[in-house]
């Protein structure tokens, strides 16, 4: 059974770094991409970063680009993300998912972690 597990998340001030990580379990991910989304409050569920577990390869959001940084680690089967100049608008509940490479839609998820960035 797959299993993303987030933690990391809490209380930060403008300007200021956090660390995300994803535990991944259940299976293999050397076929998936494995991507952070978050949702802030009232919006839409968006689009943070991802990148292919086997290659390396990684996208990102325009509005994190320059800020964050999406890395796996094979041994410890994690997925992190390092967020640094973080802004109030940054402050949402951030989720880890995983799908198969090629597939559209994301199939496993994560519990969340909420981001709070004050100002």
């Known amino acids: 059974q797959v299993q993303l597990v987030e933690s990391g998340g809490g209380l930060v001030q403008a300007g200021g770094s956090l660390r995300l990580s994803c535990a991944a379990s259940?299976?293999?991910?050397?076929?998936?991409?494995m991507g952070w989304f978050r949702r802030a409050p009232g919006k839409e569920r968006e689009f943070v970063a991802n990148?292919?577990?086997?290659?390396?390869?990684?996208n990102y959001a325009d509005s994190v680009k320059g800020r964050f940084t999406i890395s796996r680690d094979n041994a410890k089967n994690t997925v992190d993300l390092q967020m640094n100049t973080l802004k109030p608008e940054d402050t949402a509940v951030y989720y880890c998912?995983?799908?198969?490479?090629?597939?559209?839609?994301?199939?496993?998820w994560g519990q969340g972690t909420q981001v709070t960035v004050s100002s």
């Open positions: 998912a995983a799908k198969v490479v090629y597939f559209q839609f994301y199939d496993y």
């Open positions: 990148i292919r577990w086997s290659s390396g390869i990684t």
């Open positions: 259940g299976r293999s991910f050397s076929n998936y991409v």
